[in-house]
C-alpha cells in the first residue's frame, strides 16, 4: 500500500505545476482556493475564489461550468491542490495547474495578499443556505449585506419585498411612505400587525425589519416623495428601487429620476387576480415612459380600495420583485428588463411580454425633451382629472371606450392607455393583461 508521501509524489508526476512567478504573469486564469474557511480568512492571492477542498467535487461545476477555463489550484503548500488539480483534470477540466509553493511561497515572495472581509460565525449560519448556492456564496453574501435598496412604498408590495430583502441580508433598505397603519391594510400588508394600528408604515416596517435581521439597517423617510425631495432621497446611494408606489405622480417621478441617476427600477403592479412585474433598467431596456407614455384618465384606473385585491397576490407580486433586486444586486441571471411578466392569479398563469425601448422616448429617447422635473401631478391629473392626482397600489384603467374624450398631455408624451412598448406580435390575452394593469 503506498504512503501518503508517494501518492502525493504520483500524483504531482500526472498534473503540471508552476511557480508563483510564472502564476503571478497568468493574468487570465482563475486562482482556485482550495485551504479551509480559516486559512481564507487569514489572506488570499488577489481575486481567487474560495472551495474548501473537501466540497470542490460538489461545488466546481456551479462555479466554473467552462471546462476549458485556465484555473491556477492553491492551497498552503501546494500539496492540498495537487490532489485538487487531479481531481479538476478526472472532471474533465483542460487546462488546469497546481500552484507549486502554494500561498506561502507566494506571500513569502513578496506578491499581493488581500485580506476578504468574512462573515461571523452567526452570519455563516444563518445565510448558509445562501452560501450553498455557487452563484451566491460567501462573495455574493457580502455584495448583499453592502447592497443599498430603496423601497417606495411600505404597503401591499413593499410589505412583502422588504420581508424577503432583509431575510436574504441586503444590507441597508430605505422606506418611503407618508401613511399610516389602517385596519384595512392588514387583509395583505404584512410587515405590519394589529397592535400598530395609527403608526407610520415606516416605523412599523422598521420594527419588523430590525427584529427579523440585526444585519438590516432601515433608513426611513416619513414623506411622500415628490419633486421636491427626490434628489435629498436619492442623495443616500441607492443601488436600485423596488417601486411599490402607490400614485401615477410618483411613479413617473421615480422613473425619470432613475433614468437621469441610472438606477435600475424594480416595477410591480397589481389589481384584484392581475398583476405585473418589469425592471426598468437604464443600461439595458426601456423605461417606464418608454411602456406607458401617458397615465390613463382617472375614471379609467380605480384603485383597490374601490375594485379590491386578492390578499395573496401582492406577497406573490411583491416576492417576485425581491428576486429581481436580489439579482440585480447579485449580478447574476437574466432581468426582466425589456420583459413585461403577467400573472393571473385567477387562472395561475403567467404570460410574459417582449417590450422595447422607444427611441422618441422624451425621457430615455434618442433626443429627450423631458430633462427636469415636472409638475407630475398636473401631468397625470390631465384637465379632466376631478380630484384624484392617481391611484393606489393595486390600480388597473378599465379598457378604453371608443368615445372616450383624450386627455391633454405635455408634449413628446403619447396619448394612450394601452401600453405603447409591446412589441409587433404580442398575444390579444397579452395586449389586454398589460393594459389591465396599467400601475399599482
Not at 5 to 16: H, K, Q
Not at 38 to 55: F, K, M, Q, S, T
Request: glycine share 10%; charged share 20%; with cysteine.
Amino acid at each position: 500500500m503506498a504512503t501518503y508521501r508517494e501518492l502525493l509524489a504520483r500524483v504531482r508526476d500526472e498534473i503540471e505545476e508552476i511557480g508563483t512567478a510564472e502564476a503571478r504573469e497568468r493574468d487570465s486564469a482563475l486562482f482556485l482556493d482550495v485551504r479551509e474557511q480559516n486559512e481564507w480568512d487569514e489572506g488570499v492571492l488577489p481575486g481567487a475564489v474560495h472551495i474548501p477542498r473537501g466540497e470542490l467535487e460538489q461545488r466546481i461545476e456551479g462555479l466554473v461550468p467552462d471546462r476549458s477555463r485556465e484555473i491556477v489550484v492553491y492551497c498552503a503548500g501546494g500539496s492540498r491542490s495537487a490532489f485538487a488539480t487531479k481531481s479538476l483534470t478526472e472532471l474533465g477540466y483542460e487546462n488546469v495547474v497546481n500552484l507549486a509553493g502554494g500561498f506561502t511561497d507566494w506571500k513569502r515572495n513578496g506578491y499581493p495578499v488581500e485580506t476578504p472581509r468574512s462573515l461571523s460565525a452567526d452570519q455563516r449560519a444563518r445565510y448558509s443556505r445562501h452560501l450553498l448556492i455557487p452563484e451566491v456564496g460567501e462573495a455574493g453574501q457580502q455584495k448583499l449585506l453592502s447592497s443599498r435598496v430603496l423601497l417606495i412604498g411600505a404597503g401591499g408590495l413593499g410589505s412583502p419585498a422588504s420581508l424577503y430583502l432583509a431575510a436574504a441580508g441586503v444590507g441597508t433598505l430605505g422606506i418611503i411612505d407618508a401613511d399610516v397603519v389602517d385596519d384595512s391594510n392588514l387583509q395583505r400588508q404584512i410587515v405590519h400587525s394589529t397592535d400598530r394600528l395609527g403608526e407610520p408604515k415606516v416605523d412599523s416596517a422598521k420594527r419588523t425589519i430590525e427584529a427579523l435581521n440585526p444585519d438590516v439597517s432601515v433608513v426611513t423617510f416619513q414623506e411622500r416623495l415628490d419633486s421636491e425631495n427626490i434628489e435629498r432621497v436619492l442623495a443616500h446611494g441607492w443601488d436600485v428601487i423596488l417601486d411599490g408606489t402607490d400614485n401615477f405622480p410618483t411613479r413617473y417621478l421615480v422613473n425619470d429620476a432613475s433614468v437621469w441617476h441610472r438606477i435600475p427600477v424594480v416595477h410591480g403592479s397589481i389589481y384584484r387576480f392581475e398583476g405585473q412585474v418589469t425592471v426598468f433598467d437604464p443600461e439595458h431596456g426601456p423605461c417606464y415612459r418608454c411602456l406607458y407614455p401617458a397615465p390613463p384618465p382617472p375614471e379609467l384606473a380605480p384603485s383597490c380600495a374601490e375594485g379590491g385585491v386578492l390578499g395573496v397576490l401582492p406577497g406573490i407580486v411583491g416576492s417576485l420583485q425581491a428576486s429581481e433586486v436580489l439579482k440585480l444586486a447579485l449580478g447574476v441571471g437574466e432581468s426582466l428588463a425589456g420583459r413585461l411578466l403577467l400573472f393571473d392569479a385567477l387562472h395561475t398563469t403567467f404570460d410574459e411580454v417582449a417590450i422595447r425601448r422607444n427611441p422618441e422616448c422624451p425621457v430615455c429617447g434618442d433626443h429627450p425633451t423631458i430633462t427636469e422635473y415636472i409638475d407630475y401631478v398636473e401631468f397625470c391629473q390631465g384637465p379632466s382629472a376631478s380630484g384624484r392626482a392617481g391611484a393606489h397600489a393595486g390600480q388597473s384603467p378599465a379598457p378604453p371606450s371608443s368615445d372616450a374624450a383624450p386627455a391633454a398631455m405635455p408634449s413628446g408624451a403619447v396619448q394612450s392607455t394601452v401600453p405603447s412598448g409591446l412589441t409587433a406580435g404580442a398575444t390579444p390575452r397579452e395586449t389586454e393583461g398589460a393594459r389591465a394593469v396599467h400601475a399599482s
